[in-house]
C-alpha cells in the first residue's frame, strides 16, 4: 500500500527537526533571530502544496454572482465559499509571514529549500527574506520585485492583500476579492508545477531511493529473522587543516570488512551531518542478524576503538584529525526507537513501520524538503573541478550534485 504524500512529509520533518534539534543545528533561538528558515513553517507549505495538488478545484469555490452598492456605485460581484481545504489551512499564516531562506554565501549561490517552495513564491514573492554572506557579515535582504505584465498583478495591491492577511484570524475578516486573491496565488503555483518536468523526475528520483532503502532493510529482515540495530556518531575533529573526508569514511569502512571481530555486521545506512559543535561527521546505523549478538557493550567498545584509533596509519591524510564517536539514538522523534539499539523482528509490524518513517523517511527523503547549505557545499567541494558552475560574479553555482557523492548511503561489511 502506498504511504499518503502528507504522511512522507510530516514524518521527515518530524525527525529531521527533532534530529538537528539535539545535535543543536537547528533551534528556536535561530529561527526567531532570522538565522535560520523555520522548518515548522516549511512543514506547513510542503503539506499545503501536497493538498492543492491532489485537488483539481480552487480553494474558494464560486457560488454567484451579485449586484452590490460599492463605494463606486453598484457593481457585479463574484461571491466565493470556502472548502474544506479552505478552512483546513485558514488563516494561511505560512503564505502571508515573513519566511527567511538561506540563498548565498561568500562563494555560493545555493537553494536549501525545495522546487516546489520556489514554485509557490515565484510571482508573490513580498514575504520572502534571503540570508546572504557578505564577507564576514550575515545580510538579510529583500528579493527585487519583478513585475511580470503577462500575469497583470498589480505590486501595490498586492502589498496591501499581504499586509491584511497577516492581521486575519476568521473567515468574516475575508471579502471575496482575497478568496480569489488566494485562488489566483494557488493558480499560479499549480501552472508553474504543471510545467515542470524538473519537480517531477527529482520526485521519481527521491521515491526510487526510499523505496531501495526499504527492499534492502527488509531484504536483510527477512534473511537473518530479525535484526539487532543501533547507532553511531564518527566525528572527525581538527581546527586547522581541510581532510577528505568520504575518503576517510571508505577507508574505515574498508577497515571494518578486514577485521574478524566485525563480520557479524551485515549491513548499514547512514547520513552525513553537519552542526556548529561537531562540525562535519557522518551517523552510521548498523544491522546485526539478532541471534548472533552476545555482548553488545563489547562490540560498540570495539568499534569505537577502532574509529578513535583510525589515525594511527601510514596514511599521512589520516594522521591529523582527532577521532571521536558516540552511541546516538536510532530515532529522535519515534518514541519506539528513541535508544541507541533496538531487536526489530521480522514480524513487528509496529517497529519495522517506525523505521521506516522516521529513519528512512529522514535518510532519503530529507533533501527533498530541506537540504542544509553546509552539506550542500561539503559535498560540492569534493566534486571534479571540470563539474562545477561559476556564476558571472565568480560565485559557485549549487544547483546539482549529480558527479558528487551522496549524502545518504548504505552497502554491506560481510564479505
Not at 23 to 35: L, R
Not at 134 to 156: A, R, S, T
Request: contains cysteine; charged residues 25%.
Amino acid at each position: 500500500m502506498k504511504t499518503p504524500n502528507s504522511v512522507l512529509i510530516k514524518t521527515t520533518f518530524d525527525e529531521m527537526i527533532a534530529r538537528w534539534t539535539v545535535i543543536g543545528y537547528y533551534s528556536p533561538y535561530a529561527v526567531d533571530n532570522m538565522k535560520m528558515t523555520d522548518l515548522g513553517t516549511l512543514r506547513s507549505i510542503e503539506l499545503f502544496l501536497s493538498d492543492i495538488e491532489r485537488i483539481r478545484t480552487d480553494i474558494f469555490i464560486k457560488r454567484g454572482d451579485s449586484l452590490r452598492n460599492t463605494s463606486n456605485g453598484f457593481k457585479v460581484c463574484t461571491q466565493f465559499h470556502p472548502t474544506v481545504y479552505a478552512k483546513k489551512w485558514f488563516p494561511f499564516k505560512f503564505l502571508f509571514n515573513d519566511i527567511l531562506i538561506y540563498s548565498e554565501s561568500s562563494s555560493y549561490h545555493f537553494r536549501e529549500v525545495s522546487r516546489r517552495f520556489i514554485a509557490l513564491f515565484s510571482l508573490f514573492n513580498l514575504n520572502i527574506k534571503e540570508l546572504v554572506q557578505d564577507g564576514n557579515e550575515m545580510e538579510i535582504l529583500q528579493p527585487l520585485w519583478v513585475d511580470d505584465p503577462e500575469q497583470k498583478v498589480d505590486p501595490i495591491r498586492l502589498s496591501l492583500f499581504n499586509q491584511k492577511m497577516r492581521k486575519v484570524d476568521n473567515f468574516n475578516q475575508l471579502n471575496d476579492s482575497d478568496m480569489m486573491s488566494i485562488n489566483v496565488i494557488i493558480s499560479n503555483y499549480r501552472e508553474v508545477f504543471k510545467g515542470s518536468k524538473i519537480i517531477n523526475r527529482l520526485d521519481y528520483n527521491f521515491y526510487k531511493k526510499r523505496n531501495n532503502y526499504i527492499e534492502y532493510f527488509l531484504t536483510l529482515l527477512n534473511q537473518y529473522n530479525g535484526l539487532f540495530i543501533f547507532s553511531i556518531n564518527f566525528y572527525i575533529k581538527n581546527d586547522y587543516k581541510t581532510f577528505n573526508l568520504p575518503q576517510i569514511k571508505k577507508d574505515f569502512f574498508n577497515t571494518l570488512r578486514s577485521k574478524q571481530e566485525f563480520s557479524i555486521l551485515v549491513g548499514y545506512m547512514g547520513t552525513w551531518e553537519f552542526c556548529e559543535h561537531y562540525g562535519y561527521f557522518f551517523r552510521v546505523l548498523f544491522f546485526v542478524p539478532r541471534k548472533k549478538i552476545n555482548d553488545y557493550n563489547e562490540l560498540f567498545d570495539n568499534l569505537i576503538h577502532t574509529w578513535e584509533t583510525f589515525g594511527y596509519s601510514k596514511k599521512e591524510m589520516r594522521d591529523q584529525p582527532t577521532y571521536e564517536a558516540e552511541l546516538s539514538n536510532i530515532s529522535e522523534s519515534n518514541i519506539n526507537l528513541r535508544t541507541p539499539y533496538s531487536v526489530i523482528g521480522k514480524k513487528n509490524q509496529t517497529l519495522i513501520s517506525a523505521f521506516i518513517d522516521s529513519v528512512i523517511n529522514y535518510t532519503t527523503l530529507c533533501e527533498k524538503y530541506f537540504f542544509p547549505a553546509e552539506l550542500q557545499m561539503f559535498i560540492f567541494e569534493h566534486m571534479l573541478d571540470n563539474k562545477k558552475e561559476k556564476a558571472l560574479g565568480g560565485k559557485f553555482i549549487i544547483d546539482s550534485l549529480k558527479s558528487g557523492f551522496s549524502r545518504s548511503f548504505r552497502g554491506h561489511i560481510k564479505n
